[in-house]
Every structure is written in structure tokens, then in C-alpha cells.
């Protein structure tokens, strides 16, 4: 490999910005003597991908060669971690908060399949994140170490792709072929999926000779596809006038329509209820904005969904949590859905799919409904007062909570704060200071649900695909990413998943807080067993960790103990944010009988035993 040739097209590149402009000016011979692993870089670069997730192994050395040189001329950055989930993590993070696609680098082995563990979290969410791991060499020379040990041909390859779209460069010149199909999953509009690029470790240091390196495709453009079928407004139209207690459930898919959706919801005199996910599309302090609903939701999101005889779905998948596994829409006669994918679309019995984009189709909805001569509404309806009169109820709700002083803790022997008080504390200090508040999964992520009082988009991110144990702590690595500071909410169990964010946050310079609810249990799981059979079965443990004195262990990172009462719990999150790097803040959490101790459960969930009496009533509603 002629090294200084390399160099000369890494300066290239970083000069005139584009493969394109370069090979324009002349600077950059069309037809190139490269190997495959140059050619990944440059066709990812093509595709505005320059920044890589990496743990490097003996089955990607060849492509973090490639990657030195092209850093070294400022073309692209790797960031090198210390777990493969947890670069997982932080690619699928980057993509959720600003659309921008990266690449997770691993070797062959259990470091691929760490990072293909924490690609569930990207698939779940629709993240387009390329994962590019080593492959067994193709002579058959006998088994590489790592590999999976059978005779069977490209067992990676069809595991990866159960996850989402994967290749294999088998033959060195399909890598073109490779990345186009690679530009179409990561690029999708609406629901993006990883795709698993497999570089054998023979193939990647194979010399292509007289590439041409503008076969290399670019990224696709998004475009918003609108419903051009009159037939479908028209028919939502009528359902809407049929209808008297009108529910409008947004997921994900809604980011960015919050506008038409409030409108909507006045001219159909409707309810608005958001998915764990779906937090500040409409404000908080929107009247008709009933919080989040579903299995985790709230009494006045269930009770809008519940009561609905029209659902308006907008942006979602029906997850089990989301609509309480099938049963939350008790009334509902028919259901109008607006989804990029005709199969989430069409999800629902009695159903009107509108399929496209969101933003789009909704406003030509709204156009045809004022036609029709639907004006907006005024709420004093008795469903709106309904409405009104529960958004009320939960309010008080959720105020006697906070208000709940310490309780005395068996676990801990003391009193200590509850956990909705101490995630509220956490909530208001995060907003005060515009922080980007992620929530991890289990008890936290649940009672999270139901506090956060968002009035704008992207305050909040939280998987709620997978509930990924682990993915808020790895993704506060995206300070190293973008321009943003995260606080995240964990609990001990779910930190503890992936901690090596401290070393990693203090290597990259990531700034942010990570505060620990520390109840020395799996609480969501306990929870259901108790609420099932009466019983706890080992989700709990006896073993108690100075988590402060963890993270102060790890140079460049603040551990601050959180105290037992609000003031103390203040006072750390002050200490904590004039940190200029990682700050840890541990707050120890009570966890136990008391009723004003959660935030409580309003809807169903097809587990355990359960199952039975909610999947008959699944069928029953038949929808």
C-alpha cells in the first residue's frame, strides 16, 4: 500500500470538502489504486459520515489504519470506547438528537456481537446507525478466532440481518453496492433502521486497482411524500364528524407537528396524549394535552384514551406499553392513522391509514376538515370538561407527591427522599439550565414518564424501543458529540450496566451529569411482582455502593453524595453543573409500600399473570 498516496487523498479531501469538488479541481484522480477500507471511509464520507464509534481488534486494524491517516488530516474523528453497547449507544443518541448518521466500529467476535446487542436500541427507535464489524477471512484456512464456530457460511451475516439490513464484502468490488444499500437504511425517511456493513479481514486491505471512487454513492435526500388519495381525507373527515370523544395519541413519528396537532385537536374538540417518547411535541401547559398515556401512563391520558370512540394516531408503532398491549382504546369505534409505513398505518381494525409524512398529511387534513366547515371549538363540551376536570385530578395527583417528605428506608436505615421528589428536583434543575434531560430504562424511566412537564421538542430523550438498561449514562457521551449538556436520571442497576462512560466522558471531554437514583433494587420489577403475585423474588440486593467515591476514582470526573432532602439534593446539582467535566451525583431513593412513594400504574400490560385477562380483553375490543 503506497502510504504517502494516501495521505495525498486525505489532504485532499480535507481541502476541498467533497470527493466531487476534489475530483473537479483536479486534486483527486477519479480512478484510484485503493483498498476496501479506504474505500469505506471515503464512501462513508461521501454519505457525511466522519464520525466513528470504535473499539478497534485484530479484526479492524486494517480500517483504523485507514482512519489514522485520514484523522490526521481532519477528515474524520474516532472516538475509542470502552464497551461496544455502549458506542452503540452513543451513535444511536447522535442520530435521535440531530439526524446525523455515525459509524460503530468493532472486531470480529464478542465485541460485534456487544455492538449488535445495543443496535436493538437503534432499531427499535429508527435510528439509521451504520455498524461496521471484521468478518471471518474467506479462504477457509480453518476457524478465526472469534468467529462463530461452525462450518456454516456467513453466520454473522444472517444474524445481523434479523436486526436490520446487513452485507457482506465478500467480493472487494461490491463495496458500492454495499454502502447504496447502506445510505437507504441509515437515510430512510421516517423509521431508519443500522445497517451491518461486514469487512472479512482478509477483504479490507485488498488494493482495488483503477476504483472509481464517484461510484461511491451519496447520501439519499428525504422527501416529505404527501397522501394524494382524496377518498382517505374524505373518510376521515366523516369518522371525525360521526365521532363525540375524540383522542389524538402521537409517538415519535409527531416530532415537529405540534402546531397541527394543537389545531387539530381544537377542531375536533379533541384529546392530546403523547407516548413515553413523544414529551414537548405539544407543551405541557396546552390545556388539551392530557400527558403521556399507555401501561405507564397517567389517569388522565388512560382516561382519554379509554373513553375516545375516535383515535387519531400520529407518528406511532402500537408497542405494548403505548397502548396499554392493545387494550387502552376501550371505546373507540374507529381510529385514523397517520404513518410513514403502511403496516403501522394500517395496524388497527376499523382503521383509516393515511400514509406520508406527517407534518405534511395533517395539514392537508385540517384544510379539508375547515372545507367541510369545522370551525374550532371552544371546550366547553362535556367531553372537554371531562377532559379538563382530569387533567385537574392529575395534577393534584402528582402534587401530593412531590410534596411527600422523606420516608424511612429499611435498606438504607434512614429517611430519605422519594423517588418522584428527587426526579422532580432533577427535572426542574435541568430545565432551569436547558439541560437535555435522558432517561434510562426500568422504575426511573417509568415514574419519568409521567413528571417530565416539557414545553418544547428535545428536552427529553429516552428509549422507549428496547428500554436499553445502560443507554442514558453511555449517551451522555454525546456532549463530545454536539453541543449539548445531558443530565442523566439512572438507577443503579441501569448505570452500572455501562459505567464506563467515566472513563470514556473524561478521555473525549464530555461534560454532563449523570445522577444515580439509588434504591438498591430492580424497583420496576419488584413492583410487578408484588402487584402479581404478592411476592419479591430476588430483584433486590444487600450490598451498598459509594458511588461518589467511584466516579471520584476516575480523573477529570466530580462524584457529589445527593443527600436525603431536597435542599441537599439542590445544593449537589449546583456543586455538580459548575463542573466543567462529568459529574456524578448519587441520590439515594426510597423504596417500599408507601403510596405517595410513585407515581402509579393507570393502564394495562400483557405480563405475567396478567396475560390472560388483558389479552382477552384485546380480543374483545377487537381493534
Not at 462450518?151 to 439490513?165: A, I, K, P
Not at 392530557?290 to 400520529?314: C, H, P, Q
Amino acid at each position: 500500500m503506497d502510504i504517502s498516496a494516501r495521505i495525498e487523498r486525505a489532504r485532499a479531501l480535507a481541502r476541498y470538502g467533497t470527493i466531487d469538488t476534489a475530483v473537479k479541481a483536479g486534486a483527486l484522480r477519479q480512478f484510484q489504486d485503493i483498498s476496501v477500507s479506504e474505500a469505506i471511509v471515503l464512501g462513508l464520507h461521501r454519505q457525511g459520515v466522519t464520525r466513528y464509534c470504535a473499539i478497534f481488534g485484530h479484526g479492524s486494524t486494517d480500517i483504523a489504519e485507514v482512519l489514522r491517516v485520514y484523522e490526521a488530516e481532519g477528515v474524520v474523528r474516532t472516538f475509542n470506547f470502552r464497551h461496544e453497547t455502549a458506542a452503540s449507544h452513543a451513535a444511536t443518541a447522535l442520530k435521535l438528537r440531530t439526524g446525523e448518521t455515525a459509524a460503530v466500529i468493532t472486531s470480529i467476535g464478542p465485541g460485534a456481537l456487544h455492538a449488535f446487542a445495543g443496535s436493538l436500541c437503534a432499531a427499535s427507535n429508527g435510528a439509521g446507525v451504520y455498524h461496521i464489524y471484521g468478518d471471518e477471512t474467506t479462504h477457509g484456512e480453518g476457524f478465526n478466532m472469534q468467529q462463530v464456530p461452525r462450518e456454516d457460511q456467513g453466520l454473522f451475516l444472517r444474524l445481523c440481518g434479523v436486526m436490520g439490513d446487513a452485507y457482506s464484502l465478500f467480493e472487494p468490488w461490491s463495496v458500492a453496492a454495499a454502502l447504496r444499500r447502506g445510505a437507504a437504511a441509515t437515510g430512510h425517511y421516517g423509521f431508519g433502521r443500522p445497517f451491518f456493513l461486514l469487512a472479512p479481514m482478509n477483504v479490507q486491505p485488498v488494493i482495488m486497482k483503477n476504483f472509481n471512487i464517484l461510484e461511491l454513492p451519496e447520501a439519499p435526500v428525504p422527501q416529505r411524500m404527501a397522501c394524494a388519495d382524496e377518498d382517505v381525507f374524505r373518510s376521515a373527515s366523516e369518522a371525525a364528524e360521526q365521532a363525540r370523544r375524540v383522542t389524538i395519541k402521537i409517538g415519535q413519528g409527531a416530532r415537529g407537528c405540534g402546531d397541527e396537532i394543537t389545531e387539530l385537536a381544537r377542531l375536533l374538540d379533541a384529546a392530546i396524549v403523547a407516548g413515553p417518547n413523544a414529551s414537548g411535541v405539544v407543551p405541557y401547559s396546552e390545556p388539551r394535552y392530557m400527558t403521556v398515556g399507555g401501561s405507564k401512563g397517567s389517569l388522565s391520558g388512560n382516561y382519554a384514551m379509554n373513553e375516545a370512540d375516535l383515535a387519531v394516531i400520529v407518528g406511532a408503532r402500537a408497542v405494548c406499553q403505548w397502548d396499554s398491549s392493545g387494550t387502552a382504546w376501550k371505546n373507540a369505534r374507529s381510529v385514523i392513522n397517520f404513518n410513514t409505513e403502511p403496516l403501522h398505518a394500517g395496524h388497527y381494525n376499523r382503521s383509516v391509514g393515511i400514509v406520508g409524512d406527517a407534518k405534511t398529511n395533517l395539514r392537508l387534513w385540517i384544510e379539508h376538515l375547515k372545507g367541510r366547515g369545522l370551525a374550532p371549538r371552544d371546550g366547553s363540551s362535556q367531553w372537554a370538561r371531562e377532559l379538563f376536570s382530569k387533567r385537574a385530578e392529575w395534577e393534584r395527583f402528582k402534587r401530593a407527591r412531590y410534596e411527600c417528605p422523606p420516608l424511612y428506608d429499611g435498606a438504607w436505615k434512614k429517611e430519605i427522599l422519594t423517588q418522584p421528589v428527587a426526579i422532580k428536583t432533577v427535572c426542574e434543575h435541568a430545565d432551569a439550565m436547558g439541560a437535555l434531560k435522558l432517561f434510562d430504562a426500568g422504575d426511573v424511566q417509568a415514574n419519568g414518564f409521567q413528571i417530565v412537564e416539557d414545553e418544547r421538542e428535545g428536552m427529553t430523550m429516552t428509549d422507549t424501543g428496547s428500554s436499553y438498561m445502560g443507554f442514558a449514562s453511555s449517551a451522555v457521551f454525546l456532549s463530545a458529540l454536539c453541543d449539548v449538556y445531558p443530565v442523566a436520571f439512572c438507577g443503579d442497576g441501569s448505570f452500572m450496566m455501562n459505567p464506563q462512560i467515566l472513563i470514556d466522558a473524561s478521555q473525549h471531554g464530555a461534560r454532563g451529569c449523570i445522577v444515580i437514583f439509588d434504591n438498591r433494587r430492580m424497583a420496576a420489577i419488584t413492583g410487578l411482582q408484588l402487584a402479581q403475585y404478592g411476592n419479591e423474588y430476588r430483584t433486590s440486593d444487600a450490598v451498598a455502593v459509594d458511588y461518589a467515591a467511584m466516579a471520584n476514582a476516575v480523573s477529570g470526573v466530580r462524584g457529589i453524595y445527593g443527600g436525603d432532602t431536597v435542599a441537599a439534593l439542590r445544593a449537589a446539582l449546583g456543586e455538580a453543573a459548575s463542573h466543567r467535566g462529568l459529574s456524578v451525583v448519587h441520590v439515594p431513593v426510597y423504596a417500599g409500600p408507601h403510596e405517595l412513594s410513585g407515581m402509579g400504574v393507570f393502564g394495562d400490560w400483557n405480563v405475567g399473570n396478567w396475560c390472560e385477562r388483558v389479552q382477552a380483553e384485546h380480543h374483545r375490543i377487537g381493534l
